[in-house]
Nanobody
């Protein structure tokens, strides 16, 4: 029922920008109180939390490594969550996933606990290289 589809990845030069999209179906960003997170996984590394948006309380969370560079947002009309990534660095290279969960309190689970998120997209690849 709940489906998430990421898009927007690609190859970008260091310092460049990308805007990732996470199209949600099976629930409404406007009507249902889900938390939507962005995670990434580089080859040979563990999946790490990047950002999360709590639909219920409207709060956001960011990993320290992306604060000031990445911004999470949503479009209720499109039922889509976005991750605007600016000032990209080679270290940002990874497959980016969006994930959703309906948390007990309506707020984002810790970004350090990807297992707390119940639904995942297929991922979109981001490569930052010159």
């Amino acid at each position: 029922q709940v489906q998430l589809v990421e898009s927007g990845g690609g190859l970008v030069q260091p310092g460049g920008s990308l805007r990732l999209s996470c199209a949600a179906s099976g629930f409404s960003l406007d009507l249902d109180y889900y938390a939507i997170g962005w995670f990434r996984q580089a080859p040979g590394k563990e999946r790490e939390g990047v950002s999360c948006f709590s639909v219920n309380d409207g709060l956001t969370a960011y990993a320290d490594s992306v604060k000031g560079r990445f911004t999470i947002s949503r479009s209720n009309a499109k039922n889509t969550v976005y991750l605007q990534m600016n000032s990209l660095e080679p270290e940002d290279t990874a497959v980016y996933y969006c994930a959703a969960v309906r948390p007990h309190g309506g707020s984002c689970p810790s970004l350090s606990r990807p297992a707390a998120y119940d639904y995942w997209g297929q991922g979109t690849e981001v490569t930052v290289s010159s």
